[in-house]
């Protein structure tokens, strides 16, 4: 499957969870080689949350969103480091954030999540692929 094979029909994504999945692991090589080439060494935060330990989508168990998209394999939480130091804000992953929103319409970045209230929710390090209204 190329990546524009998960497309549109009539302004309507046609993707199935499966296809989501393989859009998202052709994205994340990309994801790291651009972090290094900005000059960042990355490591891994969360990336599947097992639903033996964090419920199954829509249910609140453990910690994180009961709707969150590292439960159906489509998130991964990058630490991002700078001379040996974590960068830990938002701020710090805003460049490779707004270069993960680009590469796919269905591409999304924490530092962009807003919670019940519309403030930000500071999630920075979250890089996703949108699935049924699930980042």
Same mark, same amino acid.
């Given at each position: 499957m190329v @990546?524009?094979?998960?497309?549109?029909?009539?302004?309507?994504? @046609?993707?199935?969870l499966l296809q989501a999945q393989f859009l998202f692991s052709r994205l994340v090589p990309r994801l790291i080689d651009r972090a290094h080439a900005l000059g960042f060494e990355v490591t891994w935060g969360d990336a599947y949350r097992d639903p033996r330990v964090f419920g199954n989508i829509g249910e609140k168990k453990g910690y994180g969103h009961p709707k969150s998209a590292h439960k159906q394999r489509l998130a991964v939480d990058l630490n991002l480091f700078s001379d040996g130091q974590y960068l830990g804000t938002t701020e710090a992953h805003q460049m490779l954030g707004e270069w993960w929103e680009q590469q796919h319409p269905m591409a999304r970045w924490g530092g962009r999540f807003r919670d019940k209230k519309g403030n930000p929710a500071s999630d920075g390090n979250h890089y996703s692929v949108e699935f049924e209204g699930v980042k």
């Open positions: @990546l524009a094979e998960v497309g549109r029909h009539k302004g309507v994504f @046609l993707v199935k």
